[in-house]
């Protein structure tokens, strides 16, 4: 029999199992992928964006959002910055983004394994838990037999990236239980758009643009930063960091759009001058010409045959209101959003185990030794390091939390 179970080794599993050893539990770490901690791996493009300097609620979307007040109470950034430090983490900082001071996602991975074998945790992989049966303990239905704990935490991650670990059997897990698991959708990902243009822009980088989502008429939220047009619709952090607002949106069957501002370090007016006075000056070109310098070659088509405007007309002759035209257009090019890229591409899962099933100290209502940690739960973070923080921090708490129910 087992003190506590730990389903799921990836960020949040590793660090639950760790800090229920170090309260005191004999552990076992269950993964059913052949080694632990794949995912980790490919975070931050092989960097680990770890953490985030500016933590804050609002960085943070789903019902369960509230636990972070208790979750970061006792593991916030400062004491989870402190964990990897122990263990053996310097820290690089990246504007407000946090790296191990490497740069190797393979270090924060072999910190956590090593640790988990210093505090003696066994660890099963290649076995795939398939039921949680409560009782006196907890039986563990696994493809590799039945396992007993006093105390289960569910770390079993969402359905994003399911080819480097998870792809939802968390939420199956829970949903067996009866436990209430919401809408689930992939976020932090790429959108699809519909533009009969995207093919011609495909790779092409607005290095500082503005973003905006717009839900059923409303502007829901604006990002800057590098944006990229794929062939079949737009990427870049901006985007990603877009795309939980467009999902939502879609799933309520609302008519999203994305509108990009190309030029965002001048206002209208300036904009309209500056078009004026290259016309001018350049009013032997073509208008198709004279774009020429200004903006990516391949957007200038694009710009024209959304504005309806004759790219072969000398410049010169563009009137004012054809030049607000233009205007208009490179500080508000609309991209109707279709859907998201699909779940193997996004990062994290929005939706998932509701706030309803879950105690401030991660353990499930319903079944009192029986904890959650992790993406499973409904709550996901931005781009930024925000999820993994959520990560550690749930699963150090639960983990502590459960070794030290035992004890009561
Ligand atoms: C490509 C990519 C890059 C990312 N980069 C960053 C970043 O730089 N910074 C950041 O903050 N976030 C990043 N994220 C998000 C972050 O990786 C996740 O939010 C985080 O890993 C979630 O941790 P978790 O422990 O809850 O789930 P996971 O890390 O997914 O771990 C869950 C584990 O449970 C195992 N498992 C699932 N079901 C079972 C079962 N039934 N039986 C046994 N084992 C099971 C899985 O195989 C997996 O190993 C990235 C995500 C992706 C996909």
């Known amino acids: 029999m087992e003190d506590v179970t730990v389903i799921g080794a990836g960020a949040s599993g590793l660090t639950a199992a760790i800090n229920s050893a170090r309260h005191g539990a004999k552990v076992l ?56 430090a122990e263990i053996g ?29 210093r505090q003696g945790v066994q660890c099963v992989t290649g076995c795939m838990v398939k039921d949680i049966i409560p009782g006196d303990s907890f039986s563990i239905q696994t493809s590799e037999g039945l396992f ?22 968390g939420y199956e897990i829970a949903r067996k239980l009866g436990i209430r698991v919401s809408r689930l959708f992939p976020a932090l990902v790429k959108l699809r758009c519909e533009s009969p243009y995207l093919k011609r822009l495909a790779g092409v980088k607005v290095e500082q643009g503005v973003a905006s989502v717009w839900v059923g008429q409303k502007m829901l939220r604006q990002e800057e930063g590098e944006i990229l047009f794929t062939p079949d619709g737009l990427s870049g952090p901006p985007i990603l960091q877009l795309s939980r607002c467009a999902a939502q ?3 309520e069957k609302k008519e999203v ?56 007309r000398e410049s010169g002759t563009l009137s004012n209101r054809e030049l607000w035209i233009l205007v ?22 929005a ?5 309803g099933e879950v105690t401030g100290t991660l353990e499930a209502k319903r079944y009192p030794g029986l904890f959650f940690s992790g993406e499973v739960l409904d709550i996901d973070g931005d781009c930024g390091g925000f999820n993994l923080q959520w990560a550690w921090s749930s699963g150090l708490l639960a983990g502590r939390n459960a070794a030290i129910s035992i004890a009561k």
């Open 328 to 349: 208009k257009q490179m500080k508000g090019m609309k991209f109707p959003v279709t859907a998201t890229g699909p779940w193997q591409e996004a990062q994290v899962t």
């Open 148 to 169: 007993q704990s006093h105390r289960v935490i569910l770390a079993a991650g969402g359905k994003a990236s399911s080819k480097l670990g998870s792809a939802g059997e």
């Open 351 to 355: 939706g998932g185990i509701v706030a």
């Open 89 to 117: 983490i310097e820290y690089r900082r990246e504007e407000d983004r946090l790296y191990p001071y490497s740069l190797q996602a393979s270090s924060v991975l072999d910190v956590l394994r090593y640790e988990v074998a």
């Open 29 to 84: 770490l269950i993964e059913k992928m052949d080694r632990v901690g794949k995912k980790l791996l490919a975070t931050g493009n092989g960097r680990c964006n770890i953490s985030n300097v500016k933590v804050s609620l609002s960085r943070y979307h789903g019902t369960c959002t509230h636990l972070l007040k208790s979750v970061m109470a006792d593991y916030g950034g400062d004491a989870t910055r402190r964990f990897f």
């Open 257 to 312: 759009l994305i509108i990009l501002d190309l030029f965002p370090a001048m206002e209208e007016e300036q904009l309209f001058q500056m078009l004026k006075g290259r016309t001018q000056r350049l009013s032997y070109k073509t208008v198709e010409e004279s774009f020429n310098g200004l903006l990516h070659k391949k957007l200038t088509p694009v710009l024209l045959a959304y504005t309806g405007l004759d790219g072969t």
């Open 249 to 251: 949106g879609l799933a």
